[in-house]
């Protein structure tokens, strides 16, 4: 028996409750910001340095460069790397449109990569085949909070001289094999934006990396090419960090690992509320992966209008993403048919996200569970 009667009582069930997760440490961030605002210290001050030295520790990498969101990281990334006109990079079409949205605007051409239906993330399996004399790096996301493949990438990248981007937006604190996502590439990028699993109140991004020549680059390139104060060495971009968004980070950093421990538990309570309605296929945990569940994804044929019904109660849910990046009207010189990568187009008719935070009710879940059982017992 489902104890949904509080649940009923709420007017609507957001995919994820950032007014609620304030609620939690807003006296924290508001001192915080507080004293922001009283230092006159606004761009690029003690806050930023310290974060960046804290997010190092945290994800065990040598160097971490914040800057002004996570497209911003992967354009400098990119830049570091020297990728320009005539370079290929092989990506996930099955991603957030701004993994390859960056490889274009530093002109250079995403090859997009088909995924595995297991984890939605790139199958190694197909890289070798579109590696051709102008390929340069491989960009894999960690999607929806699960590791890639990525010591299958790494691999193939080494015996081919590419360099690897791990886009980490969805992902600080996963791990593979007790290693977090990030550090097996030349360089990991984030996002911060406010939904991800360590949101700031506002864009804020940043670039990781074990390589001293490569951050020092990318330290340059997020101040317009600058280190010394009216000397510039590169063409760069002004993507800097604020003061203020460095102080929320820096509060919220700390809860971060639990509250990725929170979200497995509330994707291990779905897998079990699920496990008997028929027609839902759940997500996978793949061996040695510490999923850390930015979304709780799953599988249903007719998803639409799952989608549509749930909404109409009030339930939100998102499909993350409806139309592959290969399909997408941007991208359209790029001539890709519909087609080409058959399980990233399949995946996109089916997959839909459900209502997932660190501090969502087992009763709220029960209740959702509930109504999809409710819509698909009655199609
Ligand atoms: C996989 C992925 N890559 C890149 C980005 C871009 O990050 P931002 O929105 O901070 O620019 C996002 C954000 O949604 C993302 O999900």
New binding site residues.
Partial sequence: MIKSGIVQKVKKIPIIDLASSYQLIKNEIENVVLEVLASGSYILGSNVTLFEEELSKYIETKHVISCA????A?ILSLMALGIRQGDEIITASH??F??SEAIALVGAKPVFIDIQENDFNIDPDKIEKLITKNTKAIIP?H?YGQPCDILKVVDIAKKHNLFVIE?C??AVGAKLNGKTVGTFGDIG?I???PT?NLGAFG???AVVTNNEELARKIKQLRFHGSLKRYVHEYIGLNSRLDEIQAAILRVKLKYLDEWNVKRQKAAAYYNELLKNVKGIIIPQVKPGCHHIFHQYTIRLQNRDLVHEKLKELGIETIIYYPIPIHLQKAFEYLNYKSGLLPVTEKICNEILSLPIYPEIKPEVQEYVVEQIRNILENS
């Avoid at 969101?69 to 911003?72: A, P, Q, Y």
């Fill in positions: 969101n996570g497209t911003d992967l991603s957030f701004a993994t996301v999607l886009d937006a969805q990028t996002s911060f934006f991800k864009d804020a991004g």
